[in-house]
DNA sequence: GGCCCTTCGATTGTCGACAATCCAACTGTA
DNA sequence: TACAGTTGGATTGTCGACAATCGAAGGGCC
């Protein structure tokens, strides 16, 4: 019998897939920073008892999404400037890391893939759509930090692209054009297919510095 | 009526009072990496029933220091070589974006701190205490993150301390010299007190290769 | 009118009990 | 002896119910 050929059947958890769900929705706006989530409405919509649901809601406090105040409940996370100046910093120690490692270990390799999605990014910005360009946008981070292969650095970075979606739908942020957006991340993957890591670390620093601007005048 | 005199009290859950105390508990080593943890005996111990125990193991879950298998429990996460490397990986991420941020703001301030840790682990390398000067240690790390007075980076640092704590109780790697691990650190503090935060990220790269490389031989 | 106290409804925090599932040991068969 | 099937004990997953706490509305007092 062939060996390695199955994978073994992982069974997520009922508390990590209401998590997600509830992740998912804090993402898209659905649950506005500030607000309540009230544990027998919720465990109601999903079909659960509070039981998991609470254990979810752990879950996602620990992750930095919700807030709990003790006897009154469990509140989206609000968010100041501060938090958006500190999620971009965090986003930057992880992405520069990210960089060097890629351009490391397979520069050529992980550039093709990079610049795959910088093309994702030019179809996007074809289409009426304003989101999908946001979403192609926040893909290639994703697949940069991907291909850095670390799994402690993927999940750190999970967590900060969710809050980096809450900023955009709380402020509404916007690239005047869609070209510039695209130019710089495509120097970026460029600069790692050259194995210059410097390159890329110095313009991703300032990539991450406009995306701040934007947010915060 | 002074205002600010008072902080407002904050009602740790009582979920995260339970998470915080395995997690000690498995930083110590008093739960070896990949022992089951069971359910009743826990919260037995505890003094709580099994609902709150179980919110706090989805944090820790969640945290990555507790693995679930459905229906079979929850276990310490066991590592590998693999891990070590990546713990090693992140932690340098985040270090070396406290390092940039303490050289870009306040080098001489933070070096003065760092300076007085490197002071703490000279004092703990006078005494007969071998796990003193490895606690001294790690104090010096996470000042030098919360020196830069980003929540998220700390948080993420927090995690990665326990899981160093977790590789250090697993190979028991000891430094041949303290000599030599104390003017590592000092050599970083100096270079930051500078404002040369290239110096710094290069001597603290070589620091994280030296503890790695007596970790894997 | 303004302030404090009390009461009430609603929500959270906690617990014990039941059902579902898994692992290990045992039994029977070829 | 080796293997498939069965049974039993123990643990996890889930739920509903009760107690504790909080915020808001209402009433009384100065």
Known sequence: MKR???????????????????????????FAP???????????????????????????TQEGLLVSYRNRGLFVVSMD???????YLARSAVEVAAINRVAGTDPE?????????????????????GQAITEADMR???LLVELAGSPRLKKMHDTL???????????????????????EHKGIAEAISR????????LLAEH???ALMRLIP
Do not use: W
């Open 161 to 183: 692209l969710t809050e980096t979606q809450m900023c955009l739908n709380a402020l509404k942020s916007t690239y005047d054009t869609a070209d510039k957006r695209i130019s």
């Open 4 to 30: 390695g050929a199955l994978d073994p059947v992982v069974q997520e958890s009922t508390p990590a897939i209401i998590a997600r769900k509830i992740r998912d929705a804090i993402a898209r706006g659905d």
């Open 34 to 60: 500030g607000v309540q989530l009230g544990e027998a409405e919720l465990a109601k919509e999903l079909g659960v008892s509070r039981g998991p649901l609470r254990e979810a809601m752990q879950r996602l």
């Open 195 to 202: 194995g210059d890591s410097d390159l890329a670390e110095k």
């Open 109 to 129: 390799g992980g550039a093709a893939k990079l610049m795959e999605a910088v093309r994702a990014m030019e179809a996007a910005a074809a289409t009426p759509d």
């Open 140 to 142: 290639f981070h994703a």
């Open 208 to 210: 991450m510095d406009d």
């Open 81 to 87: 400037q501060d938090d958006f100046r500190d999620i």
